[in-house]
């Protein structure tokens, strides 16, 4: 076993769950046995802004990972990108289904996936920037999977049982992504000189967007720091100096970057065609 094998092995293992991923993490319903009512005292507006918050995240980052299909530079990443998103997929719809009962205005998971206008999605703005090349595609995941790991976390033990059980069954996806996007950070940083040269123009670009990241999930940032730093460390690359008041974004608030209109015209396009459509 390599010295960074240790690395990925280490980052996998933190959680002590074995569930490893070759063709999806597991397909047991997270909700089976669950008590979906809204527990009394929650605040119901709150619990579906979160939710809505959390499932954009999710269906925007899918949507990206969906357009590596063919584009990926070896099939068994294809494989592993596309399940990587169907990951994500999944968590979006259980999301939109809990945001929907929790908003109580009759929205289910098509309407709120298919039927909100860009300005309505509150996903970060680092999820819907488009994919660049592969090294670009590694960092922006290695980010926004030991985000979403360390804030899934923390909702395991929300007061709302369907929110805590959707974060348990992604913790469990969520370490393989995190793992699968730290084993290519190390793979191409410590590559050759043009795979590292790639790695550090992506971590250029995307290393300021962090800032938005802690700011729309206050606590992820020690968690997030000290995984980002092990892995760049083993894969012999420096972290950027910080720039965060030039990239924070305000996806949270509504306020997006050009490409998520563009995106959402792809992703919505047969649902509005056809608004019988189902999942």
Known sequence: MSEDDHVYLALAEEHGDDTRWAFGTGFEDPLHGVDTALPPGLDAA???????????DALVSAQRLAEWCTRAPELEEEVALAN?????????????ARAGQAEGEGRDEDALAYFR?????RNVTLAELPNGDFAHCV???LLLSSWRL??????????DPVLSAVARKGVSELTYHRDHAAQWAVR???????SARRMRAALAELWPHRAELYAAAPGTRDEVESVLARV??????????????????????????????????ELQSVARADPEATW
């Open 84 to 96: 990587i998103g169907l990951d994500l997929l999944g968590q979006a719809r259980l999301l939109y």
């Open 232 to 265: 760049l460390d083993a894969a012999g690359l420096d972290a950027p100096a910080d720039a965060p008041a030039q990239a924070a974004g305000e996806g949270r608030e509504g306020r997006h970057t050009e490409h998520l209109t563009a995106l959402l015209a």
């Open 150 to 159: 360390a804030e899934l976390q923390q909702l395991t033990g929300h007061a």
């Open 117 to 121: 206008d860009p300005a309505d999605f």
């Open 139 to 141: 960092v922006k995941q």
């Open 46 to 56: 709150e619990l579906a802004a979160l939710c809505l918050a959390l499932a954009d």
């Open 188 to 194: 191409l940083g410590d590559g050759t000189e043009e």
